[in-house]
């Protein structure tokens, strides 16, 4: 198991920055995939940013390429997203999830663990 503990969310207006911050409670290890994820009310939750740990895999949504990025402190057990240019389309829970893979760098969804959510809310 991982317990997994988001932070950083919040308010900006549209142009903005925001940095989310997930810490694990343990190592994530070779085999795992990680990331980022959002969701709506009403839609379903998508993938934002994901990395799988085994090859350095990564995927990132089309909506969020050249805005976003990923980094690990692997020596905090943390995972980082760092999102610049930030759009009212923006707006979401944004959740972190660990564990084994379905098919890298996606993780099982059945099988991950997630954290609780951290608000990102972005106003025009």
């Known amino acids: 198991q991982v317990q997994l503990v988001e932070s950083g969310g919040g308010s900006v207006q549209a142009g903005g920055s925001l940095s989310l911050s997930c810490s694990a409670s343990?190592?994530?290890?070779?085999?795992?995939?990680v990331g980022w994820f959002r969701q709506v009310p009403g839609k379903e939750r998508e993938p934002v940013t994901l990395?799988?740990?085994?090859?350095?895999?990564?995927f990132t949504a089309d909506s969020v390429k050249g805005r976003f990025t990923m980094s690990q402190d692997n020596a905090k057990n943390t995972l980082y997203l760092q999102m610049n240019s930030l759009k009212p389309d923006d707006t979401a829970m944004y959740y972190c999830?660990?564990?084994?893979?379905?098919?890298?760098?996606?993780?099982?969804?059945?099988?991950?663990?997630w954290g609780q959510g951290t608000q990102v809310t972005v106003s025009s």
């Open positions: 343990r190592p994530i290890t070779s085999d795992e995939c």
């Open positions: 999830a660990a564990g084994p893979c379905l098919i890298p760098p996606f993780p099982d969804l059945r099988r991950a663990y």
């Open positions: 990395i799988y740990i085994g090859d350095g895999a990564t």
